[in-house]
């Protein structure tokens, strides 16, 4: 028994340190592995009890301010610790991977906007500021660099004009992006963390597969009661009418795009294509395609026809 609890004891430290490095890595070159940060609490959180999972994550978050800052621990914890948390008490919980989901989404998005209007308020840092400022910045050189080209004044001023519209957009659908990345990063820590414990020999049945990603069958209806509620707020002059709307046919697009990938990944699964290939796929349809696009009209029409047969008889 000794040796057992001195060996917990050596595993806690050690995984906490790597992690603590991984961090300071993803802070000063890999931006994106800041976002897995939650995944080796998790587990310990699952093997050794929720306390360890918090305690280890609190002093990690402070040595990386103490190496940092004070400012970029707190907003770590902060952002990171009550998704943590949540996917530790579903996965301990044995919840459908759909609930973990919902869960562990709606808590990041809470985290996530409590740390920008923290950074607003106390730091006086504006997400909004700082993209409006990069987009300026952008739009500036994008403006200089067609004046080389030739173009007419009128020319130039319907380009410009266009590249304004973009901006003002971007900035509009704020909300519904977070959202969306709050739902990536939710997926992305608990398939880890799943499978890391699978690995250890933790007997984890619901494991979120995304081949089997589907929408609801009155997911049109609902779709169709938001539209109409945005259509509203025009008629009647309401504020932020266009900002509601844009925002919704963010999240709609974005829903159908995943239901059309996940579509494409299960039919590389039936062709018995391995892990990396069904990734680079992804990838590739990801980056190359708008959310506007083919796969889009894929996820569509998947509600209709059920290509890959997943609904239940009535």
Do not use: H
Not at 131 to 153: H, V
């Amino acid at each position: 028994m000794e040796d057992n609890k001195k060996k917990k004891i050596i595993e806690i430290i050690l995984i906490t340190t790597i992690s603590t490095f991984i961090m300071l890595l993803g802070i000063y070159y890999l931006p994106l592995m800041i976002f897995l940060f939650p995944v080796p609490f998790i587990v310990l959180g699952v093997k050794y009890g929720m306390g360890v999972n918090i305690v280890c994550m609190i002093i990690s978050t402070i040595a990386i301010g103490l190496l940092t800052d004070n400012v970029s621990g707190i907003f770590m914890l902060l952002s990171f610790l009550p998704a943590s948390i949540a996917l530790n008490y579903t996965i301990k919980g044995r919840k459908t991977s759909l609930e973990t989901m919902v869960i562990s989404t709606l808590v990041l998005i809470v985290s996530f906007f409590i740390v920008l209007s923290i950074m607003r308020d106390i730091a006086g840092v504006s997400i909004v500021a700082q993209l409006e400022e990069f987009y300026t910045e952008f739009l500036n050189a994008q403006i200089e660099l067609l004046k080389e080209t030739g173009l007419s004044n009128y020319e130039l001023l319907k380009v410009t004009d266009f590249l304004e519209s973009k901006l003002g957009e971007t900035l509009l659908i704020i909300p519904s992006i977070i959202m969306i990345f709050s739902l990536i990063t939710a997926y992305l820590n608990y398939l880890l963390s799943v499978l890391i414990l699978r690995k250890l020999g933790y007997g984890i049945v619901c494991i979120p597969k995304f081949s089997r990603f589907s929408l609801p069958n009155n997911i049109l209806l609902g779709i169709g009661i938001m539209f109409l509620g945005a259509f509203l707020l025009k008629v009647f002059k309401l504020s932020y009418y266009k900002t509601i709307f844009l925002n919704i046919t963010t999240i709609v697009s974005f829903v159908f795009f995943l239901q059309g990938l996940a579509i494409i990944d299960y039919r590389l699964i039936k062709k018995n294509r391995n892990w990396f290939l069904r990734v680079l796929a992804i990838l590739f349809f990801t980056m190359i395609l708008p959310l506007g696009g083919f796969i889009t009209i894929l996820g569509v029409l998947d509600v209709f026809f059920d290509f890959r047969k997943l609904r239940r008889p009535i």
